[in-house]
């Protein structure tokens, strides 16, 4: 079975500084992807930054990167430089290809605070 | 451009009544779709995903069904909506084609249903 994990309900962070989310997965599937949203308060879903499980390198998108630590099933999502606009909740999602094919699963969110 | 059009955004509805909620993708063939749910500061829990027309896999036992009569039509339904079933609803599609399955899901604006 696949499983999402996001143990911080809530984080805090000063601006401009780095914060990192932490999400860890279960799947037996050898072929999965992992996906990180941003959810602000409108409560529209944003895509931010995808890793597959044969990518050989930490997937970067601007000031967002993911820390994709394989034998620990663990894809940690850091973003540098926070800005207020962070402020949101953040989704960890995983699909995994052969056993799963298109169902896509997701913890249960992580509430970023930036503070001024 | 893909978009996706869900409706109504927002919904009061007593219990014991029926309920229909659509949503439609433009732009894109044979997408995958999914209806999601979500309680008030949680995670997103997946509650169907099709991956064609009348191909509907039900991930969670409960008074609500859905159904997908076109290819890019996707509807959420009851016959008695309960006091539970309240949340906020997120349809979502995502590239239906092999290469789709890397693929980041996008979501509608989302339904916020309020059972009374």
């Known amino acids: 079975a696949q499983k999402i994990t996001q143990t911080q309900p809530g984080m805090f962070v000063q601006e401009k500084e780095a914060v990192t989310l932490d999400c860890t997965y279960d799947?037996?599937?050898?072929?999965?992807?992992l996906f990180w949203y941003k959810q602000p308060s409108s409560g529209e879903m944003i895509f931010l930054i995808y890793?597959?499980?044969?990518?050989?390198q930490n997937a970067t998108e601007g000031r967002y990167s993911l820390n994709f630590q394989k034998a620990r099933k663990s894809a940690n999502l850091v973003i540098s430089a926070s800005q207020l606009g962070d402020s949101a909740m953040y989704f960890c999602?995983?699909?995994?290809?052969?056993?799963?094919?298109?169902?896509?699963?997701f913890g249960a969110g992580t509430r970023l605070f930036v503070k001024a | 451009s893909q978009t996706i059009h869900q409706w109504p955004a927002t919904l009061v509805q007593p219990v014991g009544s029926p309920l229909s909620l659509e949503c439609t993708v433009e732009?894109?063939?044979?997408?995958?779709l999914y209806w999601y749910r979500q309680a008030a500061g949680r995670g997103l829990q997946l509650l169907f995903y099709?991956?064609?027309?009348?191909?509907i896999s039900s991930e969670v036992p409960q008074n609500l069904s859905a159904s997908r009569p076109q290819d890019r039509q996707f509807i959420l339904s009851s016959k008695k909506l309960l006091l539970s079933d309240s949340g906020f609803y997120l349809c979502?599609?995502?590239?239906?084609?092999?290469?789709?399955?890397?693929?980041?899901?996008?979501f509608g604006d989302g339904t916020r249903l309020s059972i009374l």
């Open positions: 979502a599609w995502s590239d239906g084609t092999a290469q789709g399955r890397n693929q980041p899901q996008h």
């Open positions: 799947t037996s599937d050898p072929s999965y992807g």
């Open positions: 890793q597959g499980s044969y990518d050989q």
């Open positions: 999602a995983m699909r995994a290809i052969n056993t799963g094919g298109f169902k896509t699963i």
């Open positions: 732009g894109t063939s044979n997408p995958n």
């Open positions: 099709s991956v064609g027309i009348g191909q």
